[in-house]
């Protein structure tokens, strides 16, 4: 984890601080060019560089307690489809949409609690 050991979820009303989750994440950036192939095979890629760049967050929160599992899925609920402010573990924030969540709660043992997301957005 980065200097701030927590990520921030925040909708513009309700803010959702979760401390030292654990994570399994992928990151993956999402740039959109142009591919386009002639008739005589010439193949023409074209990008933009004032085109947004959106960056995909596939991650699991491991080890969240019960109150603070609810709590996210709540938000999940809440705020599926609307972009809300993101703030990761390195102290970026986000514009992000919460697109789905891929099992809702995992429980594993006491207060150890897994929840998947996945969040497409781009830097603040």
Same mark, same amino acid.
């Given at each position: $984890? ?17 401390? !030292? ?11 959109? /060019? ?11 890629? &074209? /990008? ?8 995909? &967050?596939? &991650? ?7 109150? =603070?599992?609810?709590?996210? $899925?709540?938000?999940?609920?809440? !705020? ?5 402010? &993101?703030?990761?573990? =390195?102290? /970026?924030?986000? !514009? ?11 429980? /594993?043992? =006491?207060?150890? !609690? ?11």
């Amino acid at each position: $984890l980065g200097t701030r050991g927590y990520i921030t979820f925040y909708d513009g009303a309700t803010t959702l601080d979760l401390r !030292n989750p654990r994570f399994q994440n992928l990151d993956v950036l999402d740039q959109q /060019r142009l591919i386009q192939y002639s008739r005589g095979g010439t193949l023409t890629i &074209f /990008r933009d560089s004032d085109w947004p760049q959106k960056k995909i &967050f596939k &991650f699991s929160l491991e080890g969240l307690k019960e109150t =603070e599992a609810s709590d996210l $899925l709540a938000f999940v609920k809440t !705020n599926l489809g609307i972009e809300v402010l &993101f703030t990761d573990y =390195e102290n /970026r924030q986000w !514009n992000v949409f919460i697109l789905e969540t891929t099992q809702p709660i995992s429980k /594993r043992h =006491e207060n150890d !609690n897994l929840i998947s997301l996945v969040l497409i957005g781009e830097e603040a």
